[in-house]
Structure formats: structure tokens, C-alpha cells
């Protein structure tokens, strides 16, 4: 069967031809089944954040390919633009995502730019709501004022109401407080269980460990070592993966 989701040879430079020349991303390989969960571990500046951009389109790859369904998606502007409604993503800090008056006009902006129609947009932000556990109490309120942990179940229910077939997280629990933390992952558990094909960049390794079917870890710019959490976790194979273990455990 295709991968949703085939990296191939995928390499990024930031800056290319300056002093400031980086190499993030260099020759990545990886095929992502349908319904699968990966999570993504690696140092900061490791190359997570810049991976995880390249599997929506978001930036454009400096050689290699990202295919979606077997097709590269850099292969017209519009293939690209609609990838970005089939593979969403939630930033580090999701609630820069927002930028609406109101919630629901929010949770309902990637819909109606779908040229969905009034009811179907409205169908969409309730169900997208009730997942991500938004109470739609709050829908007439600005997004600005509600806290971190409803900001980012917010901006989670947005892209959810996009109905995507693939979802990227880049770290969605960092600088929360642990009840909020809670909060992030479990609604993340649920559409996980619910067979979403997620792409999920963490710190949170109890997270990693419980809920992915890979563990991926990336170390410079590659894939340094990957398994199943139960093989990751207990029986690392590189010394750089164990002394990130060591670390962050
Ligand atoms: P991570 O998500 O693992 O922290 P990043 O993908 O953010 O890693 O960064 C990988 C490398 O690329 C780092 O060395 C970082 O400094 C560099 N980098 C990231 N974004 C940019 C950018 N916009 N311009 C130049 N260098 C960048």
C-alpha cells in the first residue's frame, strides 16, 4: 500500500551560499503508513521543527522529495496549497494561530476557506469543538482572553475542523502548566484512538512511550535511530540516543 506520507532524500539549507549556511534536514528517508502515530525526539536544533514543516509544505525542500498519497506535493502551487488542507499542522506555539475576534470565527476559518457552505462550515466547528474539547460557550469570546491551555485547544479544533488526514504537532505542550499539559495530550490520545495518522514532535517521552507506534530520533539534521517505543526506550542501539535518554529521563 502507497504511504500517506514518503520523504525521500530530503535535505534542507537554511541560508544557502552565506556565511550562514545551515544544514537542518540532510537526506531523510521515511514512509508513513496510514493511521500510524510517530513521534519525533531529538535535542533542540536537531532539525524536528524543520522536518515536520517540509510534510505539509510549508517549506519547500532544497533537494528531495515529500510525497502525499504518492504524489510530490511541490509538483504544482495548487497541489501544494491543498496539501496544506489535508495535512495540518499545530505550531509550537498554536496560539499565534489564532487570529480571529472570536472563537468560533477561529475554529471556522480553515472551513470557510474551503469554500465549505454556511451549514457544512457550521457542522464542522461544533464537531471540531466538541473534540477538541472546546465548550461552545466560549464561541462568542475573544481567543486572546481565554488561557493558554484553551488557546491551544482552540487552535487544535481548528485545524481538526479542516478535517485533515494527517495531523503535525511541533512540541503543542511547551510552556503549559501540567494540568494543561494533560489536557493537550489527552485530546491528542483521542484522535489518535480514533486512527488519525499523527506526526508529533515532543519533549513529553511518557507521551512518546505511550501513545506512538515509532519513536523517531533525530540528531543533527538526520534519522539517527528509530523503533517501536518498547525497543527505543529499553534497548537504545547508538550512544548519542542513549545520552539523550540519559538526559531527558
Ligand atoms: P529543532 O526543531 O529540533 O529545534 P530546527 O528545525 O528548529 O530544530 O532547527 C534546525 C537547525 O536549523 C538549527 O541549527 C537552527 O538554528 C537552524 N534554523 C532553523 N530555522 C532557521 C531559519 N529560519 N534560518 C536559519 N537557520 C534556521
Redesign the pocket.
Known amino acids: 500500500m502507497t504511504p500517506i506520507i514518503r520523504v525521500d532524500h530530503l535535505r534542507h539549507v537554511?541560508?544557502a551560499g552565506t556565511p550562514?549556511e545551515?544544514v537542518?534536514i540532510d537526506d531523510i528517508h521515511l514512509d508513513i503508513p496510514a493511521g500510524q502515530f510517530v513521534g519525533i525526539i531529538?535535542?533542540?536544533?536537531?532539525?524536528?521543527?524543520?522536518?515536520i514543516q517540509h510534510l505539509n509544505g510549508l517549506i519547500a525542500p532544497t533537494s528531495g522529495t515529500v510525497y502525499f498519497d504518492g504524489q510530490d506535493i511541490h509538483r504544482s502551487k495548487e497541489a501544494t496549497r491543498d496539501v496544506r488542507f489535508q495535512v495540518g499542522l499545530v505550531f509550537q506555539y498554536p496560539e499565534h494561530q489564532l487570529f480571529e475576534e472570536t472563537v468560533y470565527k477561529d475554529i471556522a476559518f480553515g472551513p470557510k476557506n474551503a469554500r465549505l457552505s454556511a451549514e457544512e462550515v457550521d457542522e464542522r466547528v461544533r464537531e471540531a469543538a466538541r473534540f477538541a474539547g472546546v465548550d461552545e460557550s466560549l464561541f462568542e469570546r475573544s481567543p486572546l482572553e481565554l488561557s493558554g491551555g484553551q488557546k491551544r485547544r482552540i487552535a487544535i479544533a481548528g485545524v481538526i475542523a479542516m478535517e485533515p488526514e494527517v495531523l503535525l504537532f511541533?512540541e503543542p505542550t511547551s510552556a503549559l502548566d501540567p494540568e494543561m499539559i494533560n489536557e493537550v495530550l489527552s485530546c491528542m490520545k483521542d484522535l489518535a484512538k480514533d486512527g488519525m495518522t499523527m506526526v508529533c514532535?515532543t519533549h513529553e517521552m511518557g507521551f512518546a512511550r505511550e501513545v506512538s507506534d515509532r519513536v523517531i530520533f533525530?540528531d543533527h539534521?538526520v534519522i539517527l535511530e528509530e523503533g517501536t517505543p518498547e525497543q527505543f526506550f529499553t534497548n537504545p542501539q547508538h550512544e548519542r540516543t542513549k545520552a539523550f535518554l540519559r538526559e531527558i529521563l
Open positions: 537554511y541560508s550562514f545551515k537542518a531529538g535535542h533542540t536544533g536537531s532539525g524536528k521543527s524543520t522536518f511541533d514532535v533525530m539534521g
